[in-house]
């Protein structure tokens, strides 16, 4: 069933299009379960990014998964009731002065040729090794004893880094979005750590079941800007040497863009074509072109930023750095909408995906089971998983789990996980489309 949620009244329409209302809240019914990051040898486990897999028959409900990644924790599977189905872990460097494996985000790529058969992947980026780590995804889905098994070709170089120095120094691919092309072609576009720059990799056969990439093209996003009254304006970075990094990701094959999610700066698109060459500048974070003091914390040791509001010049925009996950709702007919995660006021930010307008705001509040503080990686799905997300599903990263965890010592543990919501609750709430009959697996 396709629908549209009924008209807003003109002037409830153009308090969402201003960005003056608060962020709609709805709220989550199901969540993973607590990701524990502690250092006691064993805990480590820190949610970051979570991708829908739809499962290719008519039992989404029980047998799709939910693949997220857990930074230095690895990877975990779920079923759609937030059950743990698999935990693939963050391994150690065999060298013990290098980084360990680290996890970041994860995308999926439907319909991938690999020798004889077609399968699904899911492609997270190893933020610790500079890798992507590609799985094949088991099409029995939460059926399978073993749901993900990694088919990385062994032996590939750097996604990023020149040498092992500069993987030392975490300047590692973060983010990432992948997909099937109607040329046939699979492309990632990734970004890289500390730095304003991204890449485009195409993934390949590389025989014997294994999964290869290979770059295509490097690009650069902007590090400085002149303001409509000519000033130059850099935005602040709390380590020096940085430029204004950039993560998440997620690309629109029918409408041939990629939308790129700088930290400091704001929402980015550019085109799966030709990437960097026609950058467009979608929102911006509210500080931005607005002054600033660097000063260093000694305790922390690291520089802090303290934006001078009194004298902000008015060139922001709706989005609270740092701007993290970026998501894709697809509906028939290209229509859809862009979502953002502003992470800064734990808000997420609607864009409509024909012209990018803004569309309204939601947040993720307590109720059934508590809300979300800031987020990290989203994803969306239109499918009809039956039951209670027969209309679509949200899945979000909560960096304030509760109920808290204590440790031995009796402190505080960082916990974190991710909540399921009902695509039908934020519909409701901001006149967005449902479209259930949408087939994200159909790349005809």
Not at 46 to 53: F, K, S, V
Not at 326 to 350: C, F, K
Request: with cysteine.
């Amino acid at each position: 069933m396709s629908k549209v949620h009924s008209v807003l009244a003109l002037a409830v329409l153009s308090a969402l299009t201003s960005g003056l209302t608060q962020a709609a809240q709805v709220q989550a019914v199901r969540e993973t379960p607590p990701s524990l990051d502690y250092d006691d040898g064993e805990h480590l486990a820190n949610a970051d990014d979570p991708a829908i897999w739809v499962h290719p028959n008519e039992d989404r409900q029980h047998k799709s998964l939910v693949v997220a990644t857990l930074k230095e924790g690895g990877i975990d599977v779920y079923d759609l009731q937030g059950q743990l189905l698999q935990h693939i872990p963050g391994l150690p460097h065999p060298n013990p002065d290098y980084p360990r494996q680290r996890f970041n985000n994860v995308d999926l790529v439907y319909g991938f040729k690999l020798g004889s058969r077609t399968v699904d992947l899911a492609v997270a980026t190893d933020r610790g090794f500079d890798r992507l780590a590609i799985f094949e995804i088991n099409k029995s889905g939460s059926d399978a004893a073993v749901p993900l098994t990694e088919v990385t070709k062994p032996g590939l170089p750097f996604v990023f880094a020149a040498d092992q120095d500069e993987v030392n120094d975490e300047l590692t691919v973060m983010g990432i979005g992948t997909a099937k092309l109607a040329n046939g072609q699979t492309v990632a576009f990734v970004t890289r750590n500390d730095r304003s720059q991204a890449a485009k990799f195409r993934l390949y056969d590389a025989g014997g079941g294994k999964v290869g990439y290979a770059p295509l093209v490097r690009f650069n996003l902007p590090s400085q800007f002149t303001l409509p009254n000519g000033q130059q304006w850099v935005p602040c970075q709390d380590e020096d040497g940085l430029t204004p990094m950039a993560e998440g990701t997620v690309i629109d094959r029918d409408r041939g863009y990629v939308y790129i999610g700088q930290e400091a700066v704001g929402l980015w698109r550019t085109t799966i074509d030709n990437p960097g060459a026609n950058l467009q500048l979608i929102d911006k974070v509210d500080t931005y072109g607005t002054p600033y003091t660097r000063t260093w914390d000694a305790e922390e040791e690291e520089y802090v930023c303290e934006y001078q509001t009194q004298q902000d010049p008015g060139y922001g925009g709706r989005l609270t750095r740092d701007v993290e996950g970026v998501t894709l709702y697809e509906a028939d007919d290209e229509e859809g909408y862009v979502i953002v995660s502003s992470q800064g006021n734990n808000e997420y930010l609607v864009y409509d995906r024909e012209d990018n307008d803004y569309v309204g705001k939601f947040s993720i509040v307590d109720g059934m089971v508590d809300g979300t503080q800031e987020t990290d990686g989203i994803g969306v799905s239109n499918a009809d998983f039956g039951g209670a997300f027969d209309d679509g599903l949200f899945v979000a990263m909560d960096g304030g789990n509760t109920p808290d965890i204590l440790d031995p010592e009796g402190e505080v543990i960082e916990n974190t996980n991710f909540k399921f919501v009902q695509w039908e609750d934020i519909a409701d709430q901001l006149n967005l489309i449902v479209d259930d009959e949408h087939d994200i697996r159909d790349l005809d």
